[in-house]
């Protein structure tokens, strides 16, 4: 309990967790819990292209 200040993504939210890449303090919203990186690691981090957000359904 001892992280302080605000996500350094969304800057509204305090911030929760520390990014294993970048070592950015993020919030809850902005933290990839399964990845242990903030959402911009996470997204950087993702196979594919990221902007795809279609699905193939069966
Ligand atoms: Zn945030
Ligand atoms: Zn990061």
Excluded: K, W, Y
Excluded at 39 to 55: F, R, S
């Amino acid at each position: 309990m001892s992280v302080e200040g605000l996500c350094q993504i969304c800057e509204s939210r305090p911030a929760e967790h520390r990014c294993e890449n970048c070592g950015a303090l993020v919030c809850d919203v902005h933290f990839e819990g399964g990845l242990g990186l903030c959402a911009d690691c996470a997204a950087q981090a993702q196979p594919g292209d990221a902007d795809d957000t279609d699905i193939h359904r069966f």
